[in-house]
């Protein structure tokens, strides 16, 4: 069963054909990144009209690399939710017409449920049962998962995400967009121990986070230095602030594992792929004779494979059936315990 990807739910459009018996045949993603750096976040609806105008190459693209025409497709499948509406309704718009031409079935999928199980794309793949840590630009969730569809929610954050508070603490340090990335990559050169900034909600005794804080802790130590600011103090602040996010993100996330009762840790979403996150992790891991699994660098950000590969598990494990093409409704607030 060759199943066709399609991601669109905000400023990534990406495509994939995943063969339930090859394994992933191809993909391509396009980046808007380019078209919303002068406004230095993204522009809803510029991201809508360009999924419309990359769609179409995208697919050919990902044909031509599997070596497939349009018919050897047998189901098609979408991100439904969350997301930005109008980015959405482009993607899903586009696969229902798609199906609907080919007299193919459909399957919506949800957005962090392909995060959430793209780690076993990967050769060395986790087993359920496992702890996943969805940190993104839009979430930062702890789930318990026992298996394809069976998801607990444990915690969440109750303000800004992971990924946001990067952003916008890039902002703020003055980094060009997109802040996080560029976060990451200054703070690779900082001096730990130089700022005593706060590690919101590490005590709380739950699941949960907030990072609002924490963001506006970089922004009155910026307030403080004044014109003073030079480079190395930029450097030296970006680095406690990312210290301070890993030491919340690693500390919760085997909090949970214990209290699940698990051993195996998956992290993804776009703060997965950072370098000093994962570090943290793969030695808290190893103190603990654990193991922390992760996506491919390529499947950390929003990307048509996930969604693939996760419509396919669905479909080979019975939580879902493919249904007729040609009515459909997006999902921009979408709870994952919710599905």
Not at 282 to 296: F, G
């Amino acid at each position: 069963m060759r199943v066709l990807g399609i991601e669109s739910s905000c400023d990534e459009t990406g495509l994939a054909l995943y063969d339930t018996d090859k394994g992933l045949l191809a993909h391509a993603l396009h980046s808007q990144v380019a078209l919303h750096a002068e406004y230095g976040g993204v522009v809803p609806e510029l991201a809508s009209r360009d999924h419309i105008r990359c769609l179409v190459p995208l697919l050919r693209e990902v044909l031509s690399r599997a070596g497939c025409v349009m018919q050897a497709i047998d189901v098609v499948a979408y991100t439904q939710g969350p997301g930005l509406a109008g980015a959405l309704l482009a993607g899903a718009a586009f696969a229902e017409g798609l199906a609907v031409s080919l007299n193919k079935p459909v399957l919506p999928v949800h957005h962090l449920e392909g995060h959430l199980l793209s780690p076993l794309l990967a050769a060395d793949a986790p087993e359920f049962p496992f702890v996943a840590l969805l940190a993104s630009g839009g979430h930062t969730q702890l789930m318990a998962v026992t298996g394809v569809g069976h998801y607990e929610l444990l915690g969440e954050t109750q303000d800004d995400a992971a990924g946001e508070a990067f952003d916008k603490t890039a902002k703020i340090l003055g980094l060009p967009y997109p802040g996080g990335p560029a976060l990451s990559r200054l703070a690779r050169s900082g001096r730990p121990g130089l700022f005593e900034l706060p590690c919101p909600m590490l005590n709380s005794g739950d699941f949960n986070f907030s990072f609002a804080g924490l963001k506006t802790a970089v922004l009155t130590q910026v307030h403080k230095r004044g014109e003073t600011a030079d480079a190395q103090f930029t450097v030296d602040l970006a680095r406690a602030f990312q210290d301070a996010v890993v030491k919340v993100l690693t500390q919760k996330s085997f909090a949970a594992l214990r209290h699940a009762g698990m051993r195996r840790l998956v992290a993804a979403g776009g703060v997965g792929a950072n370098w000093q996150l994962r570090q943290s992790l793969d030695a808290a891991a190893q103190a603990r004779h654990c193991r922390v699994y992760y996506p491919a660098l390529e499947f950390c950000t929003d990307n048509g494979a996930m969604i693939a590969f996760a419509a396919a598990l669905r479909l080979q494990s019975g939580v879902e059936v493919a249904r007729p093409a040609g009515t459909f409704a997006i999902k921009p607030r979408w709870p994952l315990s919710d599905i």
